[in-house]
């Protein structure tokens, strides 16, 4: 891994229009997650070195981050 995607902050979002969807950015304001799962909330910040919640592979979400600006996930036990 790089020293520059080791630096990196991982924004965390949670989307009001879909349950249990989340987002992971670069961008703090979350400005480049998909529209159609708006309005989506700053829930949390991974910071660099750190491990991105529920073992998810923290180079993965770079690498998809680098690639799309973002990356989604769901959580598998959301609730209705």
Do not use: C
């Amino acid at each position: 891994m790089s020293a520059e995607r080791e630096s990196m902050n991982i924004f965390i979002f949670k989307s009001d229009a879909t349950r249990g969807l989340r987002a992971f950015s670069r961008e703090q304001g979350g400005h480049n997650l998909p529209a159609q799962f708006r309005p989506w909330y700053a829930v949390g910040v991974v910071k660099p070195g750190a491990s991105p919640p529920n073992n998810l592979s923290r180079d993965v979400i770079e690498k998809s981050i680098a690639t799309a600006g973002y990356q989604l996930w769901k959580l598998k036990d959301a609730k209705k």
